[in-house]
């Protein structure tokens, strides 16, 4: 489900359950003061009988989905994150007026077959992407390393393949490492932004009791 504050966009449900209406008493929790942070990009899970909503507000945007316990996180978050991109992308600011469902009959298509890949396609995970890949190369090295011992060729050969194996293990580090520094910098943004906002509203509420911004009143 896409929605802008309780206006839903775009929605879509590959079976019948009461996943819809559940859905939209979390939009109304958000948008009502039920978490007393609802101005703020934010990403939340909430337990209901035996599966899980996420959800994933940004720029007041709305994303929520529906899954098994046990998907995890990684994936669920990782399939609104994309939805969102693709929204917004699609839409632009016709989001911000749009009436309610207007653009489902084209985004709940979209929604079907993101779901679909995140579902059934391994490489829609990146970690197991590249866990995947890194298992291929070890078992094309490992039996390359068989067929030249059959040979009898010389160790040279030999030597050269695990340096490969080992420049390839080198570059499954380096991404990983790469991804998880990207996490620590999207954290480290909304920090800021958080505590910047904060700041602004203190020196707001302060220039206001002070008589104006530059607290003459306070500082005389």
């Not at 929605?11 to 009461?18: D, I, R």
């Not at 939340?44 to 994933?56: E, Q, T």
């Not at 490969?164 to 380096?174: A, E, H, M, P, S």
């Not at 991404?175 to 990207?182: A, E, F, G, I």
Request: aromatic fraction near 8%; include cysteine; proline fraction near 2%.
């Amino acid at each position: 489900m896409v929605a802008r504050g309780t206006v839903v966009l775009a929605e879509f449900s590959a079976a019948t359950t009461n996943a819809n209406a559940t859905a939209r008493q979390l939009l109304e929790r958000k948008a009502g003061g039920g978490t007393g942070n609802n101005d703020h990009d934010s990403n939340m899970s909430y337990s209901h009988d035996r599966y899980i909503f996420h959800v994933k507000k940004t720029d007041g945007l709305t994303v929520v989905c529906m899954a098994d316990d046990s998907a995890g996180r990684r994936i669920p978050f990782a399939f609104l994150e994309d939805i969102h991109q693709r929204f917004v992308r699609t839409y632009g600011r016709a989001i911000h007026s749009a009436p309610a469902y207007a653009m489902n009959d084209e985004f709940s298509r979209i929604l079907s077959q993101q779901m679909d890949h995140y579902n059934n396609d391994p490489n829609a995970d990146r970690i197991n992407r590249l866990k995947g890949e890194m298992s291929q190369v070890r078992v094309a090295m490992i039996d390359n390393i068989n067929k030249v011992l059959e040979r009898g060729d010389r160790l040279a050969l030999l030597v050269d393949k695990t340096t490969t194996l080992q420049g390839n293990t080198f570059r499954f580090r380096r991404q990983s490492r790469r991804l998880r520094n990207d996490m620590w910098w999207r954290n480290v943004k909304l920090t800021f932004t958080l505590v910047s906002i904060l700041v602004t509203i203190v020196y707001v509420l302060i220039a206001f009791l002070c008589h104006g911004p530059l607290l003459r009143s306070c500082l005389k």
